[in-house]
């Protein structure tokens, strides 16, 4: 019986409940698709869209991987670490085109909520992943952690999109 054995629950919740955001989320891009587009709005979408729907595969990923039948923790660790230190790279990617796009000057909340708390996820993810053999029970309380962080992370980036979209960017009515 691998370390993994009884989370089988929460990864089973927490990758369905991502699933269905990921569909959300394009159900949402398509709604708004017909409003007029902006200077540089595709380089906003680069910085605050795209990471939302990245963490909820990082987080559908993860639930993958926690109750698929691994014979050994070995093969999980490997992933799960490259799952880690991937997340660490792109919120740095992420971070970078907040720093450059044109359309929406990031205010503390955004560099929050889409650079700091999810690079603390995916670099939670990553040392458990090498805590793992030494500590199961903290490893995976600690990644589950992190998979909460990232998942309420993007509905909180999610309805905030929506939100601007919505109040700050009415299409004007025809004179």
Same mark, same amino acid.
């Given at each position: 019986?691998?370390?993994?054995?009884?989370?089988?629950?929460?990864?089973?919740?927490?990758?369905?409940?991502?699933?269905?955001?990921?569909?959300?989320?394009?159900?949402?891009?398509?709604?708004?698709?017909?409003?007029?587009?902006?200077?540089?709005?595709?380089?906003?979408?680069?910085?605050?869209?795209?990471?939302?729907?990245?963490?909820?595969?990082?987080?559908?990923?993860?639930?993958?991987?926690?109750?698929?039948?691994?014979?050994?923790?070995?093969?999980?660790?490997?992933?799960?670490? %490259? $799952?880690? #230190?991937? /997340?660490?790279?792109?919120?740095? *990617?992420? @971070?970078?085109?907040? !720093?450059?796009?044109?359309?929406? +000057?990031?205010?503390?909340?955004?560099?929050?909520?889409?650079? %700091? $708390?999810? #690079?603390? /996820?995916?670099?939670?993810?990553? *040392?458990? @992943?090498?805590?793992? !053999?030494?500590?199961?029970?903290? +490893?995976?309380?600690?990644?589950?952690?992190?998979?909460?962080? %990232? $998942?309420?992370?993007?509905?909180?980036?999610?309805?905030?999109?929506?939100?601007?979209?919505?109040?700050?960017?009415?299409?004007?009515?025809?004179?």
């Amino acid at each position: 019986m691998t370390p993994l054995a009884g989370w089988e629950n929460f990864y089973v919740i927490a990758g369905s409940s991502a699933g269905a955001l990921i569909g959300l989320q394009f159900v949402v891009i398509t709604l708004l698709a017909n409003t007029p587009a902006r200077d540089g709005q595709a380089q906003a979408g680069d910085a605050f869209a795209t990471p939302t729907v990245v963490h909820f595969c990082s987080v559908l990923l993860l639930a993958g991987m926690q109750t698929a039948p691994w014979s050994g923790i070995g093969p999980v660790m490997i992933v799960w670490g %490259l $799952l880690g #230190f991937s /997340g660490i790279i792109y919120e740095i *990617v992420v @971070a970078r085109r907040m !720093r450059l796009q044109t359309a929406y +000057a990031p205010v503390f909340e955004d560099w929050l909520f889409h650079v %700091l $708390l999810p #690079f603390v /996820g995916y670099a939670t993810i990553a *040392v458990s @992943a090498f805590t793992l !053999r030494v500590n199961s029970v903290d +490893a995976l309380f600690a990644t589950a952690a992190a998979v909460l962080v %990232l $998942l309420f992370t993007g509905i909180h980036n999610a309805w905030d999109a929506v939100t601007y979209h919505v109040f700050s960017r009415k299409p004007e009515k025809p004179k």
